[in-house]
């Protein structure tokens, strides 16, 4: 057989010489691959890629001097972000403690400031409200409006006692934050909590904008027969959420969605750490007071409730998973873990 072809343009193509351009252009890729998964890391991904998904619904929203700023904010955390991941990886000059810390702080910050500028983000990427129609699934699927039932035990003691737990969904937050990322050991375990919880407030606020609505306490407001008899802790809750809430936060539920979930990751960890049972338990059992209070105090459907029980199982699911895939991957890549930092 001739070792050389002749094409119908008189050509001479040598089939071993595409081989190896194939080749090549592989080696290329994946060294170019190699380089990404060296700065970022399966977590930095998902915000990296909620942040953009969310900066192109701002704008095909109509132009605004809001949207503007709302566009430039997004765009800068992304560069921070990105930044965050370059030094954290690659700036081997600089001591390992000082860039995790540098890095942890950052994924915490850019997390905050991304929630707390969606009071100006939501309304306008939707300036509609679909409280009526999720109305209508709660009393298709309930029968009754679960938020108006429950008015019936619109008490001080119960109210206080519910506010409470509202109030406290903000410390399990942090306190979730600082065992998983400061104090347990870098390895999965940490990995699988980072790739859950960016899961749960990704995907949640993502389905604030595609379902906008003001909650019960609102777009109900004339259903109830007064106001909620709150005391101290009721007017805490009141005050922190006129102050910094997105005010159309409502499907799904992340009052519901991100305890549970921390719940389900405490109970996880607990199979391997018996020490953890006890964590578990308690995060469960606040867990459970919070979905009621967010019913009772007004600020959710029941529907809102399903969804955010839904996502926590959806991450608590796809969380180890993908957290051992990317051990895989990052191994096959001979690169080190995510939270190791050399």
């Not at 999965?188 to 909590?193: D, M, S």
């Not at 159309?248 to 549970?260: E, I, Q, Y």
Request: positive net charge; aromatic residues 14%; contains cysteine.
């Amino acid at each position: 057989m001739h070792e050389r072809l002749t094409t119908d343009c008189g050509k001479v193509d040598d089939p071993r010489g595409s081989v190896l351009d194939v080749e090549r252009a592989g080696a290329v890729w994946k060294d170019a691959l190699r380089g990404l998964v060296a700065v970022f890391a399966l977590q930095d991904v998902l915000m990296v890629g909620y942040l953009a998904a969310t900066t192109v619904v701002l704008l095909c929203a109509e132009p605004s001097e809001v949207r503007s700023q709302c566009v430039h904010r997004n765009l800068a955390y992304i560069a921070a972000l990105v930044a965050g991941c370059v030094f954290a990886r690659r700036a081997t000059f600089v001591a390992p403690v000082i860039r995790r810390t540098v890095y942890r702080l950052l994924l915490v910050g850019v997390f905050l400031l991304n929630y707390l500028a969606l009071r100006h983000v939501l309304p306008v990427v939707r300036s509609d409200a679909l409280d009526m129609e999720l109305l209508r699934l709660d009393l298709l699927l309930f029968g009754v409006e679960p938020a108006i039932w429950l008015d019936r035990f619109n008490t001080r003691p119960i109210v206080e006692w519910f506010s409470f737990f509202y109030f406290s969904y903000f410390f399990i937050c942090f306190f979730s934050m600082v065992l998983a990322l400061w104090v347990t050991r870098p390895g999965r375990a940490v990995t699988q909590y980072a790739l859950g919880t960016a899961l749960v407030y990704c995907v949640g606020q993502l389905g604030y904008m595609a379902v906008p609505a003001y909650g019960p306490i609102v777009a109900l407001r004339s259903a109830y027969p007064g106001p909620v008899d709150g005391g101290f802790f009721w007017n805490t809750v009141m005050s922190i959420v006129q102050s910094g809430g997105a005010m159309k936060d409502v499907f799904p539920s992340l009052h519901t969605a991100a305890p549970l979930w921390f719940a389900l990751y405490a109970f996880s960890r607990a199979r391997t750490d018996r020490r953890l049972l006890w964590l578990a338990v308690v995060t469960a059992f606040f867990s459970f007071n919070i979905i009621i209070s967010t019913m009772l105090l007004r600020w959710h459907y029941a529907v809102d409730v399903v969804a955010g029980v839904a996502l926590a199982f959806g991450a608590a699911w796809a969380a180890p998973r993908l957290a051992a895939w990317e051990e895989r991957f990052r191994a096959r890549m001979d690169q080190p873990q995510p939270w190791i930092f050399r």
